[in-house]
Nanobody
Framework: QGQLVESGGGLVQSGGSLTLSCAAS????????FAWFRQAPGKEREVISC????????YYADSVKGRFTISRDNNKNMVYLRMNNLKPDDTAVYYC?????????????????WGQGTQVTVSS
């Protein structure tokens, strides 16, 4: 059974940085695209970054573009989200997700594997 486990969340001051990690196991990562979602209190879960194709193409939501970077290490079965210049509006639970798909970002309603989530809190 496939599993995703996030780590790296925490409390950081505005302008600070964090790197989230997602350890994948139990399935062949080669056939899956990965995404990072987040959900703030009272809001819907939204995709903020993903691999949109097996060729390595990436997508970033406008709210994080230029500040966040998604990456993956297939040898280590890891996916990362580097977050720079964090803002209080970035406060949310962040989720790693994987879908067996190609040519588009993973979608929340068709995700095959979800991580348990990791809390990121940015203080002003």
């Amino acid at each position: 059974q496939g599993q995703l486990v996030e780590s790296g969340g925490g409390l950081v001051q505005s302008g600070g940085s964090l790197t989230l990690s997602c350890a994948a196991s139990g399935f062949n990562l080669h056939y899956y695209l990965f995404a990072w979602f987040r959900q703030a209190p009272g809001k819907e879960r939204e995709v903020i970054s993903c691999f949109s194709s097996s060729d390595g193409s990436t997508y970033y939501a406008d709210s994080v573009k230029g500040r966040f970077t998604i990456s993956r290490d297939n040898n280590k079965n890891m996916v990362y989200l580097r977050m720079n210049n964090l803002k209080p509006d970035d406060t949310a639970v962040y989720y790693c997700a994987a879908e067996r798909v190609d040519g588009r970002c993973p979608r929340a309603d068709t995700i095959d594997y979800w991580g348990q989530g990791t809390q990121v809190t940015v203080s002003s």
